[in-house]
């Protein structure tokens, strides 16, 4: 019966170390990664309820017409603000129209807001506010970004604290996904 030696033992040992060590240092790599993916998710969803209680009869304050939708600010980078446009129909969060407000957490944060203007085919980022509204009967989505002016599309980029990126996409179709930003990293 043949041992190991005391070499093979610590070249083992060595071999083990190493793997273990690149295994770990991904994992938290992954694991940030879902992380974002699953805020934009989260986000996404956020949206979708907006759409959904637009579209429904969802009551708010005794009013059964009131469009719904989502509000944006980058001044506001860890909340984002669900709301009834109710108070003052004119498409945009007022106060009074607060549905609910919605806190990013763990370091994450909306790092920039993005549109393709309805008269323009070229995307614009830095923008400040966007708000979407979705008003029955219809699931199209009325996107105004700093105030008044409309777009065809909005995209919020989400940030992770190492600096990783996720968006998610809402078309003035109604459409709402989560989108790849791996060109801005």
Known sequence: MRAFTLIEMLVVAG?????SGIMLANYANFGGAITLRNLAYDVALSLREAQTFGISVR??????????????????????ILFADAVTPNKRYDAGELVDSISIGRGFFISDLCVI?????????????????????????????NETATAQSARIILESPRGDKAGVLVEASGQISVVNTASEQ
């Open 15 to 19: 071999i083990v170390t190493v793997v």
């Open 117 to 145: 203007p309805a008269s323009a085919s070229t995307e614009t980022c830095g923008i400040d506010r966007i708000d979407v509204v979705f008003e029955r009967p219809e699931p199209d989505a009325r996107i105004l970004y």
């Open 59 to 80: 009551q708010f304050e005794g009013q059964f017409t009131s469009g719904y939708g989502m509000h944006i600010q980058r001044s506001s980078p860890t909340t984002y």
